[in-house]
């Protein structure tokens, strides 16, 4: 059978890191024919690093060249290039978040169903092995009715690229990385429809000059994103979650988890724990082995190719990504109206 034939748009720090090594693991179903940066001595640096024949600057030249792209530009270009490769017969998967807006992630969707083409969103948190068994244990948890999701770093505004830049990136902490725990939770919770959002965002502390940052350096009179957010949402079965995530907290640790208290138990992801009863005792149970990767960059990638072949389901539904933004719109909007009304 032939190989998938892959592209990878904007070759900077996450594409080099985890998308072409991951796709280069899987050298017996997929092979990266072609690269594209809008900086093309970053695009052929990186064609000669991992050995890759095809290079343009301009994204749309390298269509003709693959099956299917690896979008890893700021998240402003994610639809108009979504959209582009499925106008040219491509499947995709794009980085997180899926696009500036929900409104924009429809189109993308619209456009898949259209060309009839696979539209994966590189939410890999889900590919953990944790995330696996945490998925597996809802069964003994029942049905969520309270979840926690908490994103926390201390001090770690990202200062390289362009993180900081609402233009290309849309936001901050929330839009970053918030949204990989909040897609896990909605995902653990079986993706029930949410029914209110409201909540709250800030940059107080960034905007301070001279701050503590741990993660390089970033112009405190230019930053316009949120570096925390808290959130509080229901859904439409009756479960509540309370979200917070932050670039900036002034707290002891960082933090990267979901809990879910269910009808039946509990469970923690990061570090795995299941919580149940039985017999008229509390049990706390932990894995003391269980399957999987250590990194997600592999199953991710395996997962998008199969499901190009036809071979296997997505495990990042696109409608769930989507779901993902809408919230993060509405957790937006929400703060705006609070902060035009105090
Ligand atoms: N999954 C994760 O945990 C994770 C981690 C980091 C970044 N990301 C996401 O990956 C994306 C890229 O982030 P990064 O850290 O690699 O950024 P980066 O700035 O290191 O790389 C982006 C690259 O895209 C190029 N580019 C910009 N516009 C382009 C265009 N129109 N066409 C082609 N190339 C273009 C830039 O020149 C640059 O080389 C973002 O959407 C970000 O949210 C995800």
Redesign the pocket.
């Known amino acids: 059978m032939e190989k998938l034939r892959i592209g990878i748009?904007?070759?900077?720090?996450?594409?080099q890191a985890?998308h072409i090594p991951a796709f280069l693991a899987l050298g017996d179903k997929c092979t990266i024919t072609a690269v594209?940066?809008?900086?093309g001595d970053?695009a052929r640096e990186a064609a000669e690093k991992f050995n890759i024949p095809h290079v343009f600057q301009d994204?749309k030249e390298l269509f003709q060249e693959v099956d299917a792209v690896c979008i890893?530009?700021?998240?402003k270009?994610?639809a108009e290039?979504t959209i582009a490769a499925f106008e040219a017969g491509v499947h995709v998967l794009c980085?997180?978040?899926m696009a500036l807006s929900a409104a924009e992630c429809e189109a993308m969707i619209d456009a898949s169903k259209k060309a009839n083409k696979v539209l994966a969103i590189?939410y890999?948190y889900r590919f953990m092995k944790e995330a696996i068994a945490a998925k597996k244990s809802m069964e003994d948890v029942g049905e969520a009715l309270v979840v926690r999701v908490q994103a926390l770093r201390r001090r770690k505004v990202p200062g390289w690229?362009?993180f900081t830049n609402k233009e290309l990136?849309g936001g901050g902490s929330l839009i970053?990385f918030g949204c990989?725990l909040l897609d896990l939770a909605l995902w653990l919770m079986g993706n029930p429809k949410q029914t209110s959002v409201t909540g709250r965002s800030y940059n107080t502390l960034s905007k301070i000059p001279g701050q503590v940052n741990q993660w390089g350096e970033f112009d405190h009179q230019t930053f316009e994103v949120d570096d925390h957010v808290t959130a509080y949402m229901t859904f439409e079965n009756g479960a509540s979650m309370l979200f917070e995530t932050s670039w900036a907290a002034n707290i002891k640790e960082d933090v990267a988890n979901v809990s879910v208290s269910g009808v039946e138990g509990g469970l923690n992801v990061f570090p795995f724990e299941l919580y149940t009863t039985k017999n008229g005792m509390l049990f706390n149970t932990q894995a003391d082995w269980m399957p999987g990767e250590e990194e997600p960059d592999v199953p991710q990638a395996s997962n998008f190719v199969a499901a190009c072949l036809g071979e296997a389901e997505l495990v990042v539904k696109p409608k769930q990504a989507l779901q993902v933004s809408q919230i993060i719109d509405k957790i937006y909007e929400s703060s705006e109206r609070e902060e035009g009304s105090r």
């Open positions: 748009i904007g070759v900077g720090g996450i594409a985890r594209s940066d809008v900086n970053r994204y890893c530009t700021p998240n270009f994610h290039i980085e997180k978040p590189a890999h690229g362009v990136q970053d990989h």
